[in-house]
């Protein structure tokens, strides 16, 4: 009989119903660290949940790391992290972050390194280096302004991000655990969908903060009290939509290509979850996001036509028109407020974005080099500031657009390598979009549409390289989603070449 993947070392005398209900009593309390905005409940009960829901795992004969792969992806869709000796309540992040995402993480790398097969080689050559030369330029920019707190925290903040899109593309390398990821994104978006129905209906769950519902300063600007804007549990509505609109296409690509064919419950599910992730982004009322959606859809589609046999792509375009008609009757109930979103007053908050750039731009000409460094960015505007309306007074964040934000903490350089990095992993995608496994092609077209939807989005908001906000986490997913695809893709060419 085969060994448990965890062995033998759970004691027997342990009493099962102990343990589960020790996981339970921990839950209990993390979920009073959250209602009482505690941090140190929070982290305290978070840790001894986690220890205790292993023992538990390992009690009822659990797949330890298996829950830990669904529980990694499953971080993504919600805060779940704490700020430790905070410098203040404004920036992101206000200290040491330290996120369920980054926990799991090293526990699938540490699982990783125990596994005598794993691939050595992670990434490829040019993403690798693209990587090392922007983390090089952003602590070169952090050194150079100070350093401050802050930027050492956001430091940490990217280093972090980094490994987990390492991780990803590591321990995700297999076309099982892709399979995996996607279900579990898609359950996720099924998920989001959920609370923000939710929270728009029955104005509930909110006031979690800790969770992501979204505190008073991160709802700040996002007009949510005033149109009534849901967030779910990824801080604002507009990050909620700028990471469901990337997202969707990850899942919906294989739908589009029919990965899936013939498998009707799969199908179904996939299906109800993209539908849910769609309902969260108009919800979000993110004008910007839904411009990124319309385009992901239509791409994904072409997609489809283009890889589909020639004696099949016209029942192909009669079958996805069928799908789009039943799609637009199931969202409906949603008209009335993308109309009243694209018609009605939106409070100057489209024209407050060109005084920002401008500030911003004031701020790249001065610092072509290093920049401001990560986190400088609120710290620098004012005095750069010559907008007539003192835009940075008027709207006291910062610039709407990630390129112009990155580019201005972390100089020109700094910028260009942000946008190098995103098109090699939109190339890197398409290029694994022609392997002939069904799956993995779809899985890596629909991350690199992902991209390019995170890409339109991010031109109307802002987003530092040392961000903890679920955006920068999205993309470095989407991102070592890809990676981890073209390492399986290595592997075969490989092993194919030994035969």
Not at 279 to 299: C, D, E, H, K, M
Request: with cysteine; net charge neutral; charged share 15%.
């Amino acid at each position: 009989m085969q060994k448990p993947l965890y062995g033998n070392f759970f004691p027997a005398a342990v009493n099962r119903p102990i343990v589960i209900g020790g996981v339970v009593l921990g839950a209990c309390v993390l979920g009073l660290g959250v209602v009482l905005g505690s941090s140190s409940i929070f982290l305290t009960a978070a840790a001894a949940t986690l220890a205790l829901g292993t023992l538990a795992a390992v009690a009822i004969d659990a797949p330890i790391i298996w829950l830990v792969r669904v529980s990694f992806i499953a971080s993504f869709f919600f805060k779940g992290d704490v700020n430790l000796f905070k410098v203040d309540e404004i920036e992101d992040p206000s200290g040491l972050n330290i996120s369920l995402t980054l926990v799991l993480a090293s526990i699938l790398f540490i699982s990783d390194l125990l596994d005598s097969e794993r691939s050595r080689k992670v990434f490829p050559n040019i993403f690798t280096w693209l990587l090392i030369a922007l983390f090089v330029i952003a602590a070169a920019a952090v050194l150079n302004a100070g350093p401050t707190s802050l930027g050492l925290f956001s430091l940490f903040s990217f280093a972090g991000t980094i490994f987990i899109a390492y991780v990803i593309a590591s321990h995700f390398a297999n076309p099982e655990r892709i399979r995996l990821l996607v279900v579990c994104v898609a359950a996720g978006l099924l998920f989001t969908g959920s609370i923000a129905v939710s929270q728009y209906l029955l104005d509930f769950p909110t006031n979690l903060a800790n969770l992501g519902t979204g505190s008073e300063d991160e709802l700040l600007g996002t007009q949510s009290q005033l149109l009534s804007r849901v967030p779910a549990f990824l801080r604002t509505p507009t990050e909620m939509a700028w990471v469901v609109c990337a997202l969707i296409p990850l899942v919906l690509a294989t739908l589009a290509l029919r990965v899936s064919r013939g498998r009707t419950g799969q199908v179904t599910f996939l299906s109800v979850c993209v539908m849910a992730g769609v309902g969260a982004a108009i919800l979000s009322l993110a004008r910007g996001s839904w411009i990124a959606l319309g385009v992901a859809v239509t791409l994904i589609m072409l997609a489809g036509i283009f890889k589909s046999p020639s004696r099949e792509r016209l029942n192909y375009v009669s079958s996805t028109g069928v799908a789009l008609v039943i799609g637009l009757l199931v969202l409906a109930p949603f008209y009335g407020r993308i109309y009243d979103r694209l018609t009605g007053d939106d409070e100057g908050s489209a024209e407050i974005r060109y005084p920002m750039v401008e500030n911003a731009t004031r701020m790249i000409d001065d610092n072509p080099v290093f920049g401001v460094g990560l986190s400088g960015y609120r710290s620098y505007m004012t005095q750069y500031d010559d907008t007539g309306i003192f835009v940075s007074q008027v709207f006291p964040n910062p610039v709407h657009n990630i390129f112009a934000h990155i580019t201005a903490e972390t100089g020109i350089a700094g910028g260009v390598l942000f946008c190098l990095l995103i098109l090699y992993g939109i190339y890197e995608g398409f290029r694994n979009g022609r392997s002939s496994d069904r799956l993995l092609a779809a899985v890596a077209i629909g991350a690199a549409i992902g991209l390019i939807a995170f890409v339109i989005s991010g031109m109307k908001e802002p987003g530092s390289l040392g961000s903890a906000r679920p955006p920068m986490r999205t993309l470095f997913l989407l991102l070592g989603t890809i990676m981890a695809i073209s390492s399986i893709r290595r592997n075969r060419a490989a092993t194919e070449g030994r035969l």
